[in-house]
């Protein structure tokens, strides 16, 4: 065979290759951006882009996720029929919600499949200083089972205190289960889930990278933040394990001010749920579900725990969050340390703006990512043009996750309002249907208001041509922030 040949077979392999990634990228790629983004790098550099998009940008994750949780049996994903662990007492449909709301529990029931669980307490903590203490003692006094997942695990003071307190527990006989994502134990040096382990603890990393077989998702994280405890008291929201949480005293640098958030009553049993459905996907064992613990109300909250990821069909997520925001009447406060929003949430804010709701942005003054607040700035003015209030809060960086409407309905959880946490990250959220809570969450925000700088469309406009520039292209990623 002539060389000529040989070249001419390679080239029209490499040719195949590009056509066909690009091919799959227009297929499957439901951002029109990162859509364009893959095709353009796939066709310019033929050889290289298509294994780049074989191992980046793939998403083998749905197949398998739904191929596992289809085999789950006990997964709430699929109705409402979930009687057999004590959910039926507790399930309440539309009727049980004001009938102002009637409509989102509609919504977000069929976009979630997870019941509406009443008769919960759902209880603020601010920052590591109240939650840490809080998660600690729940540990201390497990008698059952422990179930931890979280993102981020340093092995610093705090997070070695919580590895005593999981190691103290399993010797006590409690069963022990720590998942920490395979990317973010990577934070910290000595790795947590080796001295775990070294303690007897059970601990499994999700996804953890590896040359081969390949697995190099850095985007398709999980970071959902969780402890359950007994079925009794579980912890969500936005705070990692380790001292960067601890906002008090002096010389802490890179200080995250956070809210976790103590939940009780039967919304635990989903939470711990959702757990067993990651213990699952990452370990391949079946964890049973725990039955609620208690059949009478600790809490006036109506809640429903659930789920987004790309192992969903659906921008879950995102579609609840549009519906919040059209349900609004009066206020929308949105408090979150990395904003990049779907043009739709964007389009839903300015349409709420015009209705006379004051929708107020609560954002980091400065951002550990510093392109991701370029970014954001790129687009802001869109939602100052239509009356929306931009608040920069001074630091320690405001890390806390709240979606409050009209202080009678909240979302808490892990997800930011950005793409990676809607699109890209597997994310823990919780929707409250309570006055109270709400109303406190709605307060909790007014106070961060009061402490923060209001943005106004001049310095948007003010921006130099370069800083424009800047933000602009970082904007360009966004479905990758």
Not at 110 to 119: D, E, I, N, W
Not at 137 to 156: C, E, M, P, W
Not at 226 to 248: K, S, T
Request: hydrophobic residues 45%.
């Amino acid at each position: 065979m002539s060389e000529s040949l040989i070249t001419m077979i390679g080239l029209l392999l490499v040719a195949t290759l590009a056509v066909a990634s690009s091919a799959h990228a227009l297929v499957y790629k439901r951002d029109p951006r990162a859509a364009l983004g893959w095709i353009g790098m796939c066709l310019v550099l033929p050889l290289f882009g298509p294994l780049l998009y074989f191992l980046f940008g793939v998403n083998r994750i749905q197949t398998r996720a739904q191929r596992l949780t289809r085999q789950t049996p006990f997964r709430l994903g699929v109705g409402y029929e979930r009687g057999d662990y004590g959910w039926r007492g507790a399930v309440v449909d539309t009727e049980a919600v004001e009938a102002d709301w009637k409509s989102l529990a509609t919504i977000s029931g069929a976009l979630t499949r997870r019941p509406l669980l009443r008769g919960n307490r759902i209880e603020p903590l601010a920052n590591g200083e109240s939650a840490y203490p809080a998660m600690l003692a729940a540990i201390d006094g497990a008698q059952s089972h422990v179930y931890l997942s979280t993102y981020i695990f340093d092995a610093d003071e705090t997070g070695r205190r919580f590895i005593d307190a999981l190691a103290h527990a399993q010797r006590r006989g409690v069963t022990v289960r720590v998942l920490v994502d395979g990317i973010g134990e990577l934070y910290s040096l000595p790795r947590a889930s080796r001295l775990l382990r070294q303690r007897g603890a059970r601990v499994e990393r999700f996804m953890p990278p590896s040359l081969w077989p390949p697995s190099l998702h850095l985007n398709l994280r999980n970071h959902r933040k969780i402890l359950a405890v007994d079925g009794e008291v579980a912890f969500i929201g936005g705070m990692n394990i380790g001292d960067r949480h601890l906002v008090e005293g002096d010389g802490r640098r890179h200080r995250l001010a956070d809210l976790h958030f103590r939940c009780r009553g039967p919304v635990v049993s989903q939470i711990e749920t959702i757990f067993a459905e990651d213990w699952r996907f990452a370990t391949r064992e079946l964890v049973e579900p725990t039955p609620i613990a208690r059949e009478e109300p600790v809490g006036p909250s109506v809640c429903r725990a659930f789920t987004d990821g790309p192992n969903e069909d659906l921008d879950t997520l995102a579609l609840v969050l549009n519906g919040a925001a059209g349900e609004a009447r009066e206020r929308i406060d949105i408090m979150t340390p990395y904003f990049v929003p779907p043009p739709t949430l964007v389009a839903a804010l300015q349409t709420a703006a015009l209705r006379g709701v004051r929708v107020r942005l609560l954002l980091p003054a400065r951002s550990n990512l510093a392109y991701v607040h370029w970014a954001t700035r790129n687009m802001l003015g869109e939602l100052l043009a239509f009356g929306v209030e931009v608040c920069y809060q001074p630091g320690p960086l405001a890390h806390a996750k709240l979606f409050v409407v009209d202080a009678r309905y909240a979302i808490i959880g892990s997800a930011n309002v950005d793409s990676r946490s809607l699109r890209l990250n597997f994310e823990l959220a919780t929707e409250i249907f309570c006055r109270d809570t709400a109303a406190e969450l709605a307060a909790h925000c007014d106070r961060a208001a009061a402490r923060s700088r209001a943005l106004t469309q001049a310095e948007i406009d003010e921006r130099s041509l370069p800083v424009r520039m800047r933000d602009a292209a970082c904007w360009l990623f966004s479905p990758y922030l």
